[in-house]
Structures are given as structure tokens and as C-alpha cells.
Nanobody
Framework: QVQLEQSRGGLVQARGGSLRLSCAAS????????MGWFRQARGKEREFVAA????????YYADSVKGRFTISRDIGMNTVWLQMNSMEPEDTAVYYCAAARREPGPHGDYDARRTEDNYDYWGQGTRVTVSS
């Protein structure tokens, strides 16, 4: 069983600012897991944000965050990060990290990475608010 522990909630940033979210695992190493970040804004469905392969060699991003957000992982620290720059009010949401026991499809399969059913474990969520 993998437990994912995310950054504390209630993070607030002004428009154009930056935040870094963390997702740490306990109970098992994350080195063999593909990881993803999703978010859910109030009144909307949860959506894919970014994903990274188990070896860190491949990353995937939603168009809405490409060029602004960066997903990374430190295998030694058993942690995955989401660096968010140039934040916009539209980034306001609860952010969830997720872990997949197996790579969600072959390398390059973006649709597989954005499919929630391909992830086995989820963090508790971190609320992020970006003010205008």
C-alpha cells in the first residue's frame, strides 16, 4: 500500500506568482511508479495537469499549463514536485498527486497519462488559490 502525502493545503498566491507542490510517499518507494498531478476546480470535473514516467525521462502536460508548470521527481527523496510558475486565477483548484503501479501505456501515450483510472493511489489534495 502506498500513501501519498501532499503539501499542506490553503496555499495562496497572487497572479503571476509561483508555488511548488510536493507529494511524498510512505510505505513503499515510488521509484517504480509513474506519477501524475490532477486538479479540480470548484464546480468542475477533475482534470489532468501533468505526469512523469517512473524513470523521470518522460513528462506530459496539459495544454493549459505547458510552459508554466514543471513536474519532476527525486527518487532518493521519494518525492514528486509540481513547480507552478506564472500562475493565473484559472489555476485555482484542489491539486491531487497520483501514483500508477505500471506505466499508463507506452511512452508517448498522452491520453493514457491523463486517464484517472490508470492511477492506483491518490494524495489527499492541496488547495491552491490564485488571486487576481
Amino acid at each position: 500500500q502506498v500513501q501519498l502525502e501532499q503539501s499542506r493545503g490553503g496555499l495562496v498566491q497572487a497572479r503571476g506568482g509561483s508555488l511548488r507542490l510536493s507529494c511524498a510517499a510512505s510505505g513503499r518507494t515510488l521509484s517504480s511508479y509513474a506519477m501524475g498531478w490532477f486538479r479540480q476546480a470548484r464546480g468542475k470535473e477533475r482534470e489532468f495537469v501533468a505526469a512523469i514516467s517512473s524513470d523521470g525521462g518522460m513528462t506530459y502536460y496539459a495544454d493549459s499549463v505547458k510552459g508554466r508548470f514543471t513536474i519532476s521527481r527525486d527518487i532518493g527523496m521519494n518525492t514528486v514536485w509540481l513547480q507552478m510558475n506564472s500562475m493565473e486565477p484559472e489555476d485555482t483548484a484542489v491539486y491531487y498527486c497520483a501514483a500508477a503501479r505500471r506505466e499508463p501505456g507506452p511512452h508517448g501515450d498522452y491520453d493514457a497519462r491523463r486517464t484517472e483510472d490508470n492511477y492506483d493511489y491518490w494524495g489527499q489534495g492541496t488547495r491552491v488559490t490564485v488571486s487576481s
